[in-house]
C-alpha cells in the first residue's frame, strides 16, 4: 500500500507562486498514477494535475494549464505541484492521491484513486 504525505502549502498573495510536494512511501512509488486535487469549502473535489510515475506522463487540468506544472523527484519518491500566478479561487485544501495502472481513463476521478493523503492547505489573498 502506497502512504501519501502532502507538505508545502501556506498562505500567499494573489500574483505569487508555490510549490507543494507528495511524499510517497510504501510497497511502490513506481508504476502508480500521482494525481492532484483540490477541494474548496462548499465544493466537491476536483482534479488539478496527475503523473504517471513509470514513465513521467502527465496531464493538467484544462482550466489550470499555463499556471500549474507538475514534475518529480524519483530520488525522493515526491510529486510535486508548481502553482503560479496564483488567484484568490485557487484557495483550497490541496490532495494528493495514488492509484495503479497505466491507464488514462477517468484520471480526475476520485473513485479510481486508492490512496490519499492527509492535504495541505493553499490560501490565496487578494
Known amino acids: 500500500q502506497v502512504r501519501l504525505m502532502e507538505s508545502g502549502g501556506g498562505s500567499v498573495q494573489a500574483g505569487g507562486s508555490l510549490r507543494i510536494s507528495c511524499t510517497a512511501s510504501?510497497?511502490?512509488?513506481?508504476?502508480?498514477?500521482i494525481t492532484w486535487f483540490r477541494q474548496a469549502p462548499g465544493k466537491e473535489r476536483q482534479g488539478v494535475a496527475g503523473m504517471w510515475t513509470g514513465n513521467g506522463d502527465s496531464a493538467v487540468a484544462d482550466p489550470l494549464k499555463g499556471r500549474f506544472a507538475i514534475s518529480r523527484d524519483d530520488s525522493k519518491s515526491t510529486v510535486y505541484l508548481q502553482m503560479d500566478r496564483l488567484k484568490p479561487e485557487d484557495t483550497a485544501m490541496y490532495y494528493c492521491?495514488?492509484?495503479?495502472?497505466?491507464?488514462?481513463?477517468?484520471?480526475?476521478?476520485?473513485?479510481?484513486?486508492?490512496?490519499w493523503g492527509q492535504g495541505t492547505q493553499v490560501t490565496v489573498s487578494s
Open positions: 492521491a495514488s492509484r495503479a495502472g497505466a491507464r488514462w481513463n477517468d484520471l480526475f476521478k476520485t473513485t479510481t484513486y486508492e490512496n
Open positions: 510504501g510497497d511502490t512509488y513506481g508504476n502508480i498514477w
